[in-house]
């Protein structure tokens, strides 16, 4: 009897399997299509075990289904742009073409050793020409439809390598290459228009019920974060701070106003105030916190900018701060500060000596404001014609209150932020727009697609190499045909990965980024396999393509991927040299003879 | 010498697994390592700054793909954390050495025998009551697979099946039928899972098609009807009634049968039941006070 080789076996089997084409997907009658996804992996170089399990998961559910008789569509391919390869170009001096294709080559090698099963005609490479052409042409569209537009964004600055750093290339606040303390700086950039589907990506959560990992939806849910609640005017003389709240019920208790440090009014009403002074240093210092740290801050500080403003619903003037804690990017960019019903407004009154005036009074107890403020529901006091109304339903009656007076508005808003998109990097799908001194932002026309990177470029780690491409930057405008400049923005690598399931349903396209008829007949996903840290960004991003595409007539489904299976990781047990010293009862002032003899009495 | 001084010439932290340690300390280090992780170890995501990283490439080069995969699958549902340890992938690969060589003392005895559903209407208790319990696995197996992507308790399932298998000894041209027809369900539950081997299996059967390209039957209904049989129910002794249960059905499987009885109701109205006893196959008495 022979023994049990697997070497042997295995090796036989994955020839023949591929020789005679047995995963080839083909499409058949819609209803037995199954299309079974795992997550595509970054080429790296090398597969970890959180791949093998990620990827032996999809594979045997793959394989399962085709024995229950489906037609399955079981790809694999590679999230190819990226960061690392651009770091090995500037560490070691290799391609980051080079350096990808390489690793591809070993990855591909290592998950053909474990037999899965997949159509490799279908492979792609996001950083492919034939990929990368159509995400320019998406960009396009996007743009045609107002979804990409430009505006100035706020990005991490390395002054010394004069180069823009991605968050991950922030090391506690300085530059990964050369320790320079970091500066966040204002530069134009790409931004998506995500925001217009916030309700719609909120909406079609329910459709994931059931289908999608309870906390996935939760998170997605949570990221858009819609909240209702009122936009309020406070005036400064004649000038309107406008102020989101989701309080409107606490208005009457709003004793200050904190405006970001870059919100455009900062530096106008401290010089209005005789504050330029104090506050200028003061903008100065933010600067130099990344948004993280800015969110995550223990030490709220702030300064007086010298002017009051005026409490729609008092009338009294209550002064105006500015605040580290207070970020531009949300709701208005300012706040009204309740320090009884908000521990956060409540520890800056504290700290500044700011009043706290009660006007919300918990149903049952007292509550004692010196200890905190308070947060619940309760009836109304201290607020004019509204005492004794219950601060729920006192909500809308103010809000409509101060509408009438011209002073306040019902509103909606979201945590979703509009998606940037624009990267200063090589390694990534050049963003295909030319700027002309007389036309403007000309977008590249389609025809004239892909805007190829080019290659022969030098990984100084100062600036953005394509910016040091002569031959790429220069172009002549498709407008007037007049010499112009090439966008040398990049895109951030996950609106690679937003719609390569759908390239994947007729990856030789040459005419399009994908045929209805294809996407009509492989998609959705029906079973999407991947690590739960993607649940927000690519999940999400995923699906607004998805629902892009849907508007203009390229799929047929709102939702990408119909169930998805969030696998766990792999763990392995270690210990710590500090662990064993505590457990011994020893410290590294102890006498290795002494660690010795207490091993040996363990082992 | 003090700890760190040794540590501060080998450029070890306290931060770092204490393999880096034990090496300068022992040759045969690994002996300590292995103690030290079982009485101190905690678990933790494999990461290269603990170096408790499994490559992928060396556990595939010692085992194979299948036992890798095999492992991964069955070590935990999809969705659950689970602990990588030598006993788990060492476990793995035996049942597949288990698996393999039960194939090759089945398959020279089957490789020639032919079956057909219809072969099995007649089959004696024995055979039936084999036929009963494979397709009672197959039926479990597909729902934990397609419903839920349960392969934990999929593969759990097999291993009995494998047990039953290695089990059972047939005596006569039936038995080979239905051994032959249960072996071949068996590798082609295994085939996902762990696929070459199955393959190769498969290709020893002289099948026309490779196992990849089979279709898993469907689940014989027939097969998984019981056998009934009726046993004389007491109450205190006397005889009450007679009730059908199946013929392999447990104490619990009969006291919901009985106690479910119209006929036997009016006897335990009001009473209470101090203890019911079953002797296999033969005889209730419920014991009433
Ligand atoms: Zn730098
Ligand atoms: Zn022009």
């Known amino acids: 009897m022979k023994g049990y080789d697997p070497k042997k076996i295995e090796r036989k089997w994955q020839t023949e399997w591929e020789k005679r084409g047995v995963f080839k997907a083909k499409e058949k009658a819609k209803s037995s299509k199954r299309y079974v996804l795992e997550m595509f992996p970054y080429p790296s170089g090398k597969i970890h075990m959180g791949h093998v399990r990620n990827y032996t998961i999809g594979d045997a559910i793959a394989r399962f289904l085709r024995m229950k008789g489906y037609e399955v569509l079981h790809p694999m391919g590679w999230d190819a742009f990226g960061l690392p390869a651009e770091n090995a170009a500037i560490k070691q001096g290799i391609h980051p073409a080079r350096w990808t294709y390489r690793n591809i080559e070993q990855m591909r090698e290592q998950l053909r050793a474990l037999g899965f099963s997949y159509d490799w005609d279908r492979e792609l490479a996001t950083c492919d020409e034939e990929y990368y052409r159509w995400n320019q042409w998406i960009f396009l569209q996007m743009l045609r439809r107002g979804v990409a537009y ?38 134009p950039s790409w931004f998506l228009r995500i925001t217009d589907y916030a309700q719609r990506l909120l909406d079609d959560l329910e459709k994931l019920k059931g289908k999608w990992p309870e906390r996935v939806v939760a998170q997605q849910r949570n990221w858009i974060g819609r909240s209702q609640g009122a936009l309020l005017k406070f005036l400064v003389g004649e000038t309107p701070v406008e102020v989101f709240t989701t309080r409107p019920d606490t208005v009457f208790g709003a004793t200050f106003v904190v405006l970001a440090p870059e919100h455009p009014l900062t530096l106008r009403l401290a010089e209005e105030g005789g504050k330029e002074e104090e506050v200028k240093e003061f903008l100065e210092k933010v600067k ?122 019902p509103k909606t808003t979201y945590r979703l932020k509009d998606w940037n998109v624009s990267r200063q990097r090589y390694w990534g799908t050049p963003i295909p727009v030319v700027y002309c001194d007389r036309c403007g932002v000309v977008p590249v026309p389609e025809e004239s697609l892909p805007v190829k990177l080019p290659l022969g470029v030098e990984f100084s780690g ?22 112009a400049k090439r966008e040398t923005d990049t895109m951030d690598t996950f609106f690679d990965s937003s719609w390569y399931f759908l390239r994947y349903c007729d990856p030789k396209n040459e005419q399009e980024a994908f045929s209805k008829e294809s996407a009509h007949y492989w998609m959705p996903v029906d079973i999407y396999v991947g690590g739960i840290e993607h649940a927000v960004l690519h999940l999400l991003y995923s699906r607004f393509f998805q629902k892009f595409f849907k508007d203009i007539g390229l799929v047929e489904e ?44 363990l082992a | 010498m003090k700890i760190k001084e040794l540590m501060q010439e080998k450029q070890i932290s306290a931060g770092d697994n204490v393999l880096f340690l034990l090496k300068e300390l022992y040759e045969d280090y690994q002996r300590y390592l292995d103690v030290v992780e079982a009485k101190l170890g905690e678990s933790a995501k494999m990461s290269k ?26 070590a935990a549902p999809p969705e659950q954390d689970f602990e990588w340890t030598d006993e788990g992938i060492q476990g793995a690969y035996r049942f597949l050495n288990r698996f393999w060589n039960f194939s090759q003392k089945v398959i020279p005895l089957v490789k020639d025998v032919s079956y057909r559903r219809e072969d099995f209407k007649e089959l004696s208790q024995e055979l039936a009551d084999l036929r009963r319990r494979v397709h009672t696995y197959y039926s479990k197996y597909l729902q934990d ?49 762990a696929p070459h081997v199955c393959e190769e299996v498969w290709s020893q059967l002289d099948k026309e098609r490779l196992i990849v390209e089979e279709s898993f039957p469907e689940v014989d209904e027939e097969a998984l009807k019981q056998d009934m049989i009726e046993i004389p129910v007491q109450v205190n002794g006397k005889l009450r009634a007679k009730v059908k249960v199946p013929s392999d059905a447990d104490e619990a499987k009969v006291r919901e049968i009985v106690l479910s009885e119209e006929r036997l109701r009016r006897h335990l109205e009001g009473k209470s039941l101090r203890k019911l006893i079953y002797v296999k196959g033969k005889l209730v008495n419920l014991v009433v006070a």
């Not at chain 2, 009995?160 to 038995?175: H, I, R, T």
């Open chain 1, 288 to 409: 130099r916190l990344s948004t993280r740290e800015r969110s995550t801050l223990r030490d709220k500080e702030g300064v007086f900018l010298g002017v009051y403003a005026v409490n729609p619903a008092t009338g009294r003037e209550i002064p105006v701060w500015t605040a580290n804690y207070v970020l531009y990017e949300y709701g208005t960019g300012a706040i009204m500060c309740v320090p009884a019903h908000d521990q956060r407004d409540w520890e800056f009154a504290k700290k500044y000596d700011l009043p706290v005036i009660p006007v919300v009074k918990p149903y049952q107890g007292a509550w004692d404001f010196e200890r905190g403020a308070y947060e619940g529901r309760g009836r109304l006091v201290n607020s004019g014609d509204f005492n004794g109304m219950d601060s729920e339903e006192a909500k809308e009656k103010i809000t409509l209150w101060l509408k009438d007076k011209g002073l306040g508005e």
């Open chain 1, 150 to 187: 430009r505006r100035s964004a706020l990005v991490n600055w390395c002054p010394h390598d004069e180069t823009v750093l991605a968050n991950e290339q922030v090391i506690e606040g300085k530059c990964w290459r050369c320790g320079t303390q970091v500066v966040q700086r204002e530069i």
């Open chain 2, 49 to 74: 700054s603990k170096a408790n990283v499994v490559d992928p490439e060396e556990a595939i080069e010692r085992y194979g793909a299948d036992t890798v995969r095999l492992y991964i699958l069955f």
């Open chain 2, 145 to 193: 697979m397609e419903k839920r992507y349960q392969f934990n308790t999929a593969i759990a399932t097999i291993m009995e099946m494998l047990n039953l298998l290695q089990g059972f000894e047939p005596k006569d041209e039936e038995g080979l039928k239905v051994l032959k027809e249960a072996f071949e369900l068996m590798t082609l539950m295994l085939s996902p899972i």
């Open chain 1, 462 to 483: 100062r600036g953005n190499p394509l910016g040091s491409s002569e031959e790429f930057v220069n172009t002549t405008c498709p407008k007037c045909g007049a010499p």
């Open chain 1, 558 to 601: 709102d939702e990408p991927f119909e169930k998805l299976i969030t696998q766990g990781m792999v763990l392995k047990k270690w210990v710590s040299v500090g662990r064993l010293l505590e457990a011994l009862g020893l410290t590294e002032e102890s006498g290795v003879e002494e660690l010795k003899s207490k091993l040996s009495e």
